[in-house]
């Protein structure tokens, strides 16, 4: 009995790996039993499905991605940790190898993926229908499903690392590695479905978006008065409509070469691995995009507030917003100029590359202008922001001389180009995310996060994250190269790694500040009562904070660039609040339902994926099953709106101040 | 019904067509843009397939195994049911619910019989050894392929239950709506098809 139970624990469960294994299993068996408990302790499990689990609202959706993003970050960075630990000083055996693939895997996927993707759509969620005077996005059902499908293709993923094993060939996962030829087993199936999963859902927030900001601006607001966040997120969505399609079926064909015998990329057969990188990267450069520009929307907004001066340059900022977005789908090739292209494809795409740096030089200096003579007021959030503009700067001007192929064949997956983009995924998406996370905050919750410990934890996390990755650029022009699992000493690399590794122990540090500022507030919140903290610009502070349910009790008409800040400075009169609602106005509002039935689809989706991944078709068809059900009962349903009534809407308006 | 009062979306006027009532304009809009996603994914299912037309492998070749009378007889059956699906819409816009169901049945009729001839084409190709694993032309061939044909199989099933539906509520604006959108799918479909027969099937025959 207690024989075979171990040996089910060997095979399922990695026991015979030792004692991190168990240690994770022992964390994950007690953080669950933690979260049981106080739900249960509290009795707020009805609370958490109708309030959270069930709802459609654009706000509350938004808060589970962040929240989500949080944990995700937690654990990609624990990985990074993990990394850093093994290679802090020459010859060490930390992890083992397999362990060590295993690890910086994870850490890419869950970064980019799980962590950047979620973050930056969390902020779509909560910023785009408020800025554009909406009640909510244009499906609000959908947009449902997408949180759902993401949340639950992320679990999928992160339970790889207790039930047999995590993909171990890298983020980019590159065939013929990462087939069934050479990485049997379950890890890379774990990768393939989970983000096949959370790729559905992304999709559908990519036409989610584009539908909502085309169709659903308030009366007045043309294109081209639109806050400048609502135009990156209009441009990201039309990228994610475009490349996570090819993502789609690039998973697909390495899932039916691994499981059902396929020759896409095998090396016989007349398969071709070169098809993986093309295709990958033909998703994966306009991916670095779609999580960069929503931090450059989040950075106009921000630069522009807090210089209280309006936004320089805003058709440029549109224009080089749309030449970016094409662009990015010109790059592709230069993540492997080595693998043999030949000079005339190569040269192309230096060039297209190359090109690249204009549009952003231009945004770069339009961000410059909006603060030359302004007044600028140093909060967290637009700390994050000026915080951008340098270390961004290093990433860029790296991108460019990596750019340049004969250049490459030396920087080529070397640690140069690691530090390069951690410099422009940290210092563009990751201070992005912060930096909206400290100027939208009022609006989630009514409160201003502590400023004080916030800039604590930007000074922190912003010089450690210098301290990680700037070495890198130099150990890599000295020959280190990436995914390398350990070094010998007398190559003059351990000072650089040691420093590096410091520097990512003071990066956690930064953000165990920045969580604990989040904790401090909830225990001493400095409450926002005005709804426009910042003296903002933008429609999204015309309302109380947090924004109620409808959103708009009248929908406002709008009169150029910077609606809200026009109705406070009305050019007749003094300028002054603008609070009143028009009670003659107010009408019964239309709002979708809520529904149990996106979390119900998604968990059949989450068990239809691990039967796949097992290969357990007697789990994975019933699954799928199950989700095509629920997608037909949605079908049948016709009572799905509700009214709120205008004496509602009234005492609401009421106990905000504004009636 | 809300007619009068305001709505999440835009306000009703009575110059649009039945499906594009209410929130039916933003729907209807919205999967035409769920279309220009799945163009997306078939182009990159086509550009894999004309890469490895040629990585045969010893195994058989698009000569070899396609069946001109099989896959002509195919066409026929898709194009013929886009055709019927489009007088389903125009029963629809005139309010007729019973030539709608005549119609749409006959559609999903013409579309089962397309599915049945590919299954057999597939299960013919499985049985001579040219299966999914012989080679890389089979392995995209098989998926490209494939993909329109589950395609198909979800588009029946959806039809069905869409006629259900107007069975049950006769035609209004959101039974209108919905059987729009299926038909916009079936059409797309259709539209992928011309171009697995142009660019698999012929091509495919003569190279």
Known sequence: MLHSILQIGDKYFMWNEGPMIWTSDALIVLTSLGIVGL????????????????????????????????????????????????????????LTAEHYDQVFTTHGTIMILFMAMPFIIGLMNIAVPLQIGARDVAFPYLNAMSFWLFFFGALLFNISFVIGGSPDAGWTSYAPIAGPFYDPGVGENYYLIS??????????????????????????????????????????????????????????????????????????????????????????????YIVILPAFGVFSEVVSTFSHKRLFGYKAMVVSLVAIAILSFT??????????????????????????????????????????????????????????????????????????????????????????????????????????????????????????????????FMISFNMTFMPMYFVGLMGMTRR????????????????????????????????????????????????????????????PSPAPEYNFAVIPEVKGIDAYWMMKHPKEQEPGPVKAVDKSKIRPIHMPNNSYRPFIISVAFFVAGFGFIWQWYWLGIPGLIVVAIGLFLRSFEYNDEHFISTEEIERTEIAAGRL | MAVNMESLHEPISSSLPLEYQGDGNLKIFGFWVFLAAEVVLFSTLFAVYLVFHGNVAGGPTSQQLFDIRGFTIETFLLLTS???????????????????????????????????????????????????????????????VGTHGSHVTLGILWILSILVQVMRKGITPKTARKLFVVGLYWHFLDVVWVFIFTVVYLTGKVM
């Open chain 1, 195 to 288: 983000l096949q999963i959370a790729g559905i859902g992304t999709i559908a927030t990519g036409i989610n978006f584009l539908v909502t900001i085309l169709k659903m601006r308030a009366p007045g607001m043309t294109l081209m008065r639109m806050p400048m966040f609502t135009w990156s997120v209009l441009i990201t969505s039309v990228i994610i409509i475009f490349a996570f399609p090819v993502l789609t079926v690039t998973l697909a064909l390495l899932m039916f070469d691994r499981l059902f015998g396929a020759h896409f990329f095998s090396v016989t057969h007349g398969g071709l691995p070169m098809m993986w990188a093309n295709l990958f990267w033909i998703w994966g450069h306009p991916e670095v």
């Open chain 2, 82 to 144: 886009s055709f019927t699906m489009g007088l389903g819409t125009y029963e629809m816009r005139r309010q007729n619910t019973k030539g709608v169901l005549a119609w749409v049945l006959i559609t999903v009729l013409l579309g089962l019989g397309f599915l049945g001839m590919e299954i057999s084409e597939f299960a013919h190709y499985v049985s001579i050894g040219a299966n999914i694993s012989r080679s890389a032309f089979l392995s995209a061939f098989f998926v490209l």
């Open chain 1, 39 to 94: 739900l249960t302790y509290l009795k707020r499990w009805k609370w958490l499905w109708d309030e959270w689990l069930t709802t459609v609202d654009h706000k509350k959706i938004g808060i589970m991605y962040i929240i989500a993003a949080f944990a995700m970050f937690f654990r990609g960075g624990m990985d990074g940790l993990i990394i850093r630990a093994q290679l802090a000083i020459p010859n060490n055996h930390f």
């Open chain 1, 331 to 460: 790059t592709w090739v230069h993540h492997f100029f080595t693998m043999g292209a030949g000079a005339s494809v190569n040269s192309f795409f230096s060039f297209s590359t190359m090109l690249i740096a204009v549009p952003t030089g231009v945004k770069i200096f339009n961000w410059l202008f909006t603060m030359y003579k302004g007044r600028i007021e140093f909060t967290t959030s637009m700390l994050w922001a000026l915080a951008f503009i340098p270390n961004f700067l290093i990433g860029g001007l790296t991108g460019v001389m990596l750019a340049s192929a004969p250049a490459d064949y030396q920087y080529h997956n070397s640690y140069f180009l690691v530090a390069h983009f951690h410099y422009v995924l940290i210092a563009g998406t990751v201070f992005g995310v912060f930096s909206g996370l400290y100027y939208w905050w009022p609006k989630m919750f009514g409160q201003k996060l502590n400023e004080r410990i916030g800039k604590w934890a930007f000074w922190i």
């Open chain 1, 484 to 543: 390398m699992y350990t070094y010998p000493a007398g190559l003059g690399w351990g000072p650089f790694n040691l420093i590096e590794t410091i520097g990512a122990l003071g990066m956690g540090l930064g953000f165990v500040v920045m969580v604990f500022d989040i904790a401090y507030t909830i225990r001493h919140p400095e409450k926002d009562l005005t709804g426009d903290p910042w003296d903002g610009r933008t429609l999204e502070w015309s309302i």
